[in-house]
């Protein structure tokens, strides 16, 4: 059994890696053709952009495979050897959390050269390091303070009933609900400083393109993202009453009213179409199948490793394996919510007017633009890894027409695949 668990693990790793190594070569190739939506400078640097993000997403695969061997052989077992306390809660509760840190501190290396230097190399970092420190902190906190309750609920949970992993999943996904209805408020509270949008008009234009879904917020808010980062974007945040617009401030820079509110109108069309509600659902299938593999594991996988199948063995496992279910899941994830964008795409040219689909394709642009967004990927990558469909299938979608495109550049989009 420990050898099947190894061997799914390292096939995870492998594809992984065989996915950025496609998308590189991909990308180096299409780079030497016409470019296609961007400027030739532009292009060359979403391409070397994408390729050093690849080359760094390989990276860190191949030493996430080695920590999670590291763990296997013999992390778990030099924890239960050395954690101990008389309450045995408090012990699984350290034992899971001590991990979670170990994991944490591994990472922030990681974390810190993605935002000064691989961020920093192409013009997206604005974030000081004394906010890197604040914020990592901040993160830190959070996730010992609400880890801690959580994995608590889960052990008494675990000991409390023998359909435990049942129970532990409803448990759980309740807590990814009340993530979601929370969420706005404590990024608010500990992250972004968000003010109320004080353009009247812009407010009542907003207003106004809400109110033709019928979504109803606690209101339209500014995010100071750009002390941290120039990427654009926007989110309609939380669930029921705590739903709130945040539009990044960056985005308001770059983007012109009508253009603005194409964007909104696509975000608009998830809410119509019950997108949010969708994922997660989805989010709730992964869960579910999760909890009842690592909830009906053989006894022979713990003598293996030399553990006893202690609650706080079992949700490391289960914390060990997340990604590999997640990376199973993304397909078909993604082929739901590359769908869900068409959709939410062509509400929000309708809800734009006339020129609504032109005002949306003039924003998708610029998003491409300032976010140096390579518009051209690999089939086998968009296939493990795309949540939206490739930029180019999307104006396609909303009938706008490219010029000067160089169509041997397109070989291998995603809708030639189909």
């Known amino acids: 059994m420990l050898t ?16 950025s190594v496609m ?4 990308i180096n190739q299409a780079k030497r053709k016409s470019a296609v939506l961007l400027s030739e400078s532009q292009f060359i640097v979403a391409a070397n952009y994408a390729i050093s993000k690849e080359r760094f997403a390989i990276v860190s695969a ?17 924890l239960s050897q050395n954690i101990f306390f008389q309450d045995v809660a408090l012990m699984n509760v350290v034992m899971v959390m001590s991990f979670v840190v170990i994991n944490s501190l591994i990472s922030l290396p990681f974390s810190y050269y993605q935002k000064f230097v691989l961020d920093e190399k192409f013009h997206f970092n604005k974030s000081t390091k004394l906010q890197y420190i604040k914020d990592s902190a901040i993160s830190f906190v959070l996730t010992l303070v609400i880890g801690s309750l959580v994995v608590w609920g889960i052990y008494e949970i675990m000991v409390s009933f023998e359909n435990w992993w049942l129970w532990s999943f409803v448990f759980i996904f309740g807590v990814v609900i009340g993530i979601n209805m929370l969420f706005p408020t404590v990024r608010a509270l500990f992250f972004d400083k968000l003010t109320p949008l004080d353009d009247v008009e812009l407010n009542t234009q907003i207003k106004t393109l809400m109110d033709k879904t019928g979504f109803t917020s ?9 002390k941290r980062d120039s990427r654009l974007n926007a989110y309609f945040g939380g669930l029921g009453k705590t739903k709130r617009v945040v539009l990044f401030d960056t985005l308001i820079k770059k983007l012109t009213t009508k253009e603005l509110l194409a964007v909104l109108g696509h975000e608009l069309g998830h809410f119509a179409h019950g997108d949010i509600y969708k994922n997660i659902t989805m989010l709730g299938g992964m869960l579910f199948v999760m909890f009842a593999i690592f909830g009906n594991l053989p006894e022979a996988l713990y003598l293996q490793m030399g553990l006893s199948e202690s609650p706080s063995v079992v949700m490391i496992l289960l914390l ?3 990604p590999v279910l997640g990376f199973i899941m993304m397909p078909i994830m993604g082929i739901v919510s590359r769908s869900n964008e068409y959709a939410a795409d062509k509400m929000g040219s309708e809800l734009g007017g006339p020129a609504g689909a032109i005002e949306l394709a003039n924003a998708l642009q610029k ?3 300032e976010n140096k967004s390579f518009p ?22 909303l009938g706008v027409d490219i010029h000067g495109i160089d169509k041997s550049a397109l070989e291998g989009t995603w809708k030639e695949v189909l």
């Open 218 to 226: 606690s209101g339209v808010f500014i995010s100071d993202a750009s």
């Open 320 to 322: 060990l394996f997340m």
């Open 4 to 19: 099947t668990i190894m061997g799914v693990y390292s096939l995870y790793v492998l594809i992984s890696i065989y996915t």
């Open 62 to 78: 191949f030493i996430e495979y080695l920590i999670f061997v590291a763990w296997m052989g013999f992390g778990l077992s030099y």
């Open 367 to 369: 998003l491409v633009t």
């Open 376 to 397: 051209l990927s690999h089939p086998v990558y968009i296939f493990f890894h795309y949540t939206h469909p490739p930029v180019l299938e999307r104006l396609k979608a």
């Open 23 to 26: 998308q590189i070569g991909y």
